[in-house]
């Protein structure tokens, strides 16, 4: 619409009859009153003001009292500037943001909120319809989630989650807690995970996707794999074997220890010079034994010589330290035996 104009021109001197003054209050009356005209308003003030039609604002328009906008559900609302909101927002009905919003006291939303752009909220936000978000969402306070969360980006932060989650990526750098129902991407956190629990098909997923980290010293959830033995022991003292030794960070999970053949013919040699022989074999966790002494014995009654040769597999243990990092070998020595030979043998430890 065009703004209103005058049907006279007046000079300086000129007289005004009535009729004409009656025309020019009616052309203002009728513009403001029937919006038949714009109007172009330089500053107002009012007590009350009803806008029925579309009003431009081009300055700012300060509001001290309420601000109802619209009387039907069919009416919009729509803000192509950012958005700031200093006090508590409560929103009724499906919103759409397109823009950068953001709020900075408690918010409630009890209907679906579409957004498309970055959202920052300070406060805690209550929303009991469905939070559609194609941009970045960061929430400064509490986020507590009791319905469905569909995300297709990723999460970061210290998510507690007690309602159902189906997400893509979760990256946390935080502690993250689930005691409801997840489906994930990938998850991945510098923290810690609590997951109440994990369905049967889930879990052997994770342990058939699961990697262990192989090396003579290796990190929790690594097996660790010795180098290959080499020599023969004679002493009757305890005497340490040859690579027999290993170093793993534990979780505190009980750990298998065995002896392992290598890619050749591998053995636990003992010989004597008399009709029996024997000799005994034990585990050191940092210099400490651990469990009993491993007793290898052969009797041959009349006989010259004796000599018994058994598979490196025989020799094994589970030990149950408390999480740490440890060193583990294997010492061995001889009772009435001559010597007794590891033969490309092999020590493992890992975690169960």
């Known amino acids: 619409m065009a703004f209103p104009t005058r049907a006279h021109t007046f000079v300086s001197g000129a007289t005004l ?28 003030t009012a007590t009350s003001l009803a806008v029925s039609t579309t009003t431009d604002f081009v300055g700012n328009v300060n509001a001290n009292a309420n601000v109802n ?11 192509n500037a950012s958005s700031t909101f200093n006090n508590a927002v409560t929103i009724n009905a499906a919103t759409t943001i397109n823009a950068a919003t953001t709020i900075n006291a408690a918010t409630t939303f009890n209907a679906a909120i579409t957004l498309n752009a970055a959202a920052n909220i300070t406060g805690n936000a209550n929303i009991s319809g469905n939070v559609n978000a194609a941009g970045n969402v960061i929430v400064g306070g509490t986020l507590g989630v009791t319905g469905i969360v569909t995300l297709t980006a990723n999460i970061a932060g210290s998510p507690n989650i007690t309602g159902t989650l189906t997400a893509g990526n979760i990256a946390t750098a935080g502690t993250s807690q689930s005691t409801g129902t997840g489906t994930f991407g990938n998850v991945s956190t510098a923290g810690s995970l609590t997951i109440g629990s994990i369905a049967a098909t889930s879990a052997n997923i994770v342990a058939a996707a699961r990697t262990r980290a192989t090396g003579t010293s290796v990190g929790t959830g690594g097996v660790a794999i010795s180098a290959t033995s080499s020599g023969s022991i004679s002493s009757g003292s305890y005497t340490d074997v040859t690579n027999l ?19 050749s013919v591998s053995t636990i040699a003992q010989s004597d010079t008399d009709s029996t022989s ?7 966790r940092d210099g400490s034994l651990v469990g009993a002494e491993l007793e290898i014995a052969m ?22 330290p408390a999480a740490g990092t440890y060193v583990y070998k294997v010492q061995a020595k001889v009772v009435t035996a001559s010597s007794i ?12």
């Open 17 to 44: 009859t009535a009729s004409q003054l009656n025309t020019e209050f009616d052309i203002a009356i009728n513009a403001l009153a029937t919006g038949t005209k714009d109007a172009n308003v330089v500053a107002l």
């Open 341 to 352: 030979s590891f033969n490309q043998c092999k020590l493992v430890a890992y975690e169960l």
């Open 278 to 284: 024997g000799s005994r074999v034990q585990f050191l």
């Open 69 to 79: 906008i619209g009387d039907a559900s069919s009416d919009t609302l729509k803000v």
């Open 245 to 263: 030794t290993v170093t793993i960070i534990t979780s505190g999970r009980p750990v298998r220890l065995e002896l392992i053949g290598n890619s």
């Open 299 to 320: 009797a041959a009654t009349g006989a010259t010589a004796t000599s018994i040769n058994i598979p490196p597999g025989c020799i094994s243990y589970i030990d149950t």
